[in-house]
Nanobody, 122 residues
Framework: QVTLVESGGGSVQPGGSLRLSCTAS????????MGWYRQAPGKQREFVTS???????NYADSVKSRVTISRDNAKNTVFLQMNAMKPEDTAVYYC????????????????WGQGTQVIVSA
C-alpha cells in the first residue's frame, strides 16, 4: 500500500506565499510522476501542476506564472511553492502520485493524498 501525506496548508492574505509538501511512503518500486490538483467549493477537481521523475514539469495556465513544483526523489517528496496568491486559489489541494509497486514494477497506479486546505483571504 502507498500513502501520500500533505502538509503546509493554511490561511494566507492575497499576495502572500505558501509552500505545500507531500511525501509518499509504503511499498514503492518507482514513482513516475507527482503532482497537485485542487478542488474549490462547488467546483470539480482541477489539475494544478506535475513533475516527472526526470524533472519535466507541467503547469495549468491559471497558475503558471505564480507557482513552482519541485521534487526530492530520494525522499519521495514533492513541493508546491505558491506566490502572489489570489482568493481564487482557495481550495483543498490534493497530492497525486503515479507509483509502481514491487509486485508489479511495470504498472503505475494512481494514488491520492487526503488533501490540505488553502484559504486566501484578507
Amino acid at each position: 500500500q502507498v500513502t501520500l501525506v500533505e502538509s503546509g496548508g493554511g490561511s494566507v492574505q492575497p499576495g502572500g506565499s505558501l509552500r505545500l509538501s507531500c511525501t509518499a511512503s509504503g511499498s514503492i518500486s518507482a514513482i513516475h510522476s507527482m503532482g497537485w490538483y485542487r478542488q474549490a467549493p462547488g467546483k470539480q477537481r482541477e489539475f494544478v501542476t506535475s513533475i516527472l521523475s526526470m524533472g519535466k514539469t507541467n503547469y495549468a495556465d491559471s497558475v503558471k506564472s505564480r507557482v513552482t513544483i519541485s521534487r526530492d526523489n530520494a525522499k519521495n517528496t514533492v513541493f508546491l511553492q505558491m506566490n502572489a496568491m489570489k482568493p481564487e486559489d482557495t481550495a483543498v489541494y490534493y497530492c497525486n502520485a503515479k507509483v509502481a509497486l514491487p509486485t508489479a514494477p511495470d504498472r503505475f497506479n494512481n494514488y491520492w493524498g487526503q488533501g490540505t486546505q488553502v484559504i486566501v483571504s484578507a
